[in-house]
């Protein structure tokens, strides 16, 4: 049972540069979500999806763009990478709305130097 | 703003003995929480939840309490085991936007044997 993944696992990019994460779910869960996991913050929702097709801004979206063109699919892009977005990046998939558990993947750690 | 928040960032046990976890909330909108527990190099996995409508729910070793007017819930695990040692999050949402799930900064629990 694969769940939720996440490519790659760890990343180091240089200020500027642009990369996306992949978060592949095989439960036909419907949601899907990527957060940002900082020291002493917790997680934080960057965006979400309801549905192929569909995205929406969550509570820390600035410098993120985010795909889904795919039910299984949920990309998150950084298109000018900051020191601001190190960070281990997790995303998440419900089978509905947010009143289920969530499933995570097992993160992406991302350095921008 | 954060708005779940577990003032805890450690706590150690005693195998055998009980764990109590904190958390505080300021949103009122809230009225669905739920416990993750998150092992190092991997996702968050759904520990326990419970509704507002409710004040105590339980599951085998673990039971959650929510004290709506003191806006406080709490996560007990009786007897506490060495390989519950992980670091547990507090998380809530609200039925207006239940997609928008707030974590709190997690509990380091170290159950020592």
């Known amino acids: 049972n694969a769940g939720v993944t996440q490519t790659p696992k760890f990343r180091v990019l240089k200020t500027g540069q642009s990369m996306t994460l992949l978060c592949a779910q095989d439960?036909?869960?419907?949601?899907m979500y990527w957060y940002r996991q900082d020291p002493g913050m917790g997680l934080r929702l960057i965006h979400y999806?309801?549905?192929?097709?569909?995205?929406a801004k969550g509570e820390v979206p600035d410098g993120y763009n985010v795909s889904r063109l795919k039910k299984q699919n949920f990309l998150l892009g950084l298109e000018s990478a900051a020191p601001s977005q190190t960070s281990v990046y997790f995303c998440?998939?419900?089978?509905?709305?947010?009143?289920?558990?969530?499933?995570f993947g097992q993160g992406t750690r991302l350095t921008v130097v | 703003d954060q708005q779940v928040k577990q003032n805890s960032p450690s706590l150690s046990v005693q195998e055998g003995r009980i764990s109590i976890l904190n958390c505080d909330y300021t949103?009122?909108?809230?009225?669905?929480f739920l416990w993750y527990k998150k092992y190092p190099a991997e996702g968050p996995t759904f520990l326990i939840s419970?509704?507002?409508?409710?004040d105590k729910n339980e599951d085998g070793r673990f039971t959650v309490f929510l004290n709506k007017s003191a806006k406080h819930l709490s996560l007990h695990i009786v007897p506490s085991q060495p390989g519950d040692s992980a670091v547990y999050f507090c998380?809530?949402?609200?039925?207006?936007?239940?997609?928008?799930?707030?974590f709190g900064a997690g509990t380091r629990l170290t159950v020592k044997p």
């Open positions: 439960m036909n869960h419907e949601y």
């Open positions: 419970i509704s507002s409508i409710k």
């Open positions: 999806s309801v549905g192929e097709g569909t995205t």
């Open positions: 949103n009122s909108m809230f009225d669905y």
């Open positions: 998440a998939s419900t089978p509905a709305t947010g009143y289920t558990e969530a499933f």
């Open positions: 998380a809530a949402s609200s039925s207006r936007n239940n997609n928008d799930m707030r």
